[in-house]
């Protein structure tokens, strides 16, 4: 079993606790994490092209690489924005494989159904997707191998999650009840296996899910962000909001970098989102930390609406 780039405990801080003082965020590892911000007012536009130039400004190489492409597949619904757009995938998959990736796979467990190829029907994915079929996993019953120290135990993930050399999160921007937001560092939750933890992936609620979202950030370090902002949510997100447009792919290796810039294309304050504030000892959350490229976040910006309890969240 391979566990390539698996950080499952050594050389990286414990999740336990992060800077919370008036000063923000923990001001992050050394330099800056590059986060590539592309407009896209459609799904009908060149995506393929979109995403190629996303990986080349943030620096991504995937010659020779297991890829494992992670979408946010939630409910049977086509008609909102609760899952990551099919047209996205099916990009993703072609731009991958065109920069020379060895294999592109594609894989989730999702939390709330155990039909994971009856939603994958809904959300035309099928359809849509060359070979489908071929290249999906059920990262819900799929088999298992053990990875050590998370949040404190010997937890187990799928092989094909386990064997990938990069997984990219293609997640969806959505505001979360439960979360504040939900964008590429809670996608990740679809890694772990509803057959040994249950739906919704309950053992992750018993931790915690900011600790959990952080936790799975900590462990898994080869991955990359896709974030399908193109047509978002916001409101009572992730399943019963209303369809945000924003127009824009946003993309990075630093998953914390990644979701930071989202909030505040949001118009969300990510140092007030308390799993990114655990993120923020291995990730950059802070504005200092990233380096913008393609468009900026501020020209970009359009507020998504937030539940009340979340209304602090708010960016000035």
């Known amino acids: 079993m391979g566990l390539a780039g698996v950080a499952a405990g050594a050389g990286y801080l414990s999740m336990r606790a992060s800077k919370t003082d008036d000063n923000g965020p923990d001001p992050g590892p050394p330099g800056k994490s590059p986060v590539a911000v592309l407009k896209a007012a459609s799904y009908d536009e060149d995506l393929v092209a979109k995403i190629r130039e996303g990986a080349m400004l943030c620096g991504l190489d995937v010659r020779g690489k297991r890829v494992l492409l992670k979408p946010n597949l939630v409910e049977f619904d086509s008609a909102t924005a609760i899952n ?3 047209a996205v995938i099916a990009a993703a998959l072609a731009a991958f494989r065109s920069l020379g990736a060895a294999d592109v796979r594609i894989g989730e467990g999702p939390g709330h159904r155990r039909d994971t190829l009856g939603l ?4 035309r994915y099928l359809r849509g997707v060359p070979e489908f079929e071929r290249v999906f996993t059920d990262l819900n019953r799929d ?13 187990y993930f799928p092989e094909t999650v386990l064997g990938a050399d990069l997984i ?4 969806k921007m959505k505001t979360h009840h439960w979360a504040g937001a939900t964008l ?8 772990v296996p509803g057959a040994v933890y249950g739906w919704p992936k309950n053992k992750l609620h018993y931790i915690g899910i900011p600790r959990a979202i952080a936790e799975l950030n900590r462990t898994f370090r080869n991955t990359f962000a896709l974030v399908d902002g193109i047509v978002g949510m916001e409101g009572n997100g992730p399943i019963q909001g209303r369809p945000k447009h924003a127009g824009v792919l946003v993309m990075g290796a ?14 969300i304050d990510p140092a007030k989102v308390e799993y990114l504030r655990l993120a923020a000892r291995i990730g950059h959350v802070r504005e200092s930390g990233i380096e913008q490229r393609g468009e900026s976040p501020t020209a970009v910006r ?3 609406e937030l539940i009340h309890q979340f209304r602090n969240l708010r960016l000035a």
């Open 143 to 155: 088999d298992v191998g053990p990875v050590d120290n998370f949040a404190g135990e010997r937890f």
């Open 168 to 171: 990219v999160s293609l997640a």
């Open 184 to 191: 590429s560092m809670k996608n990740l939750f679809g890694l």
């Open 120 to 123: 994958a029907e809904e959300a």
């Open 254 to 267: 630093d998953l914390a970098a990644v979701d930071s810039t989202c909030c505040r294309i949001m118009g």
């Open 84 to 86: 990551t757009d099919v």
């Open 302 to 304: 359009t507020n998504f």
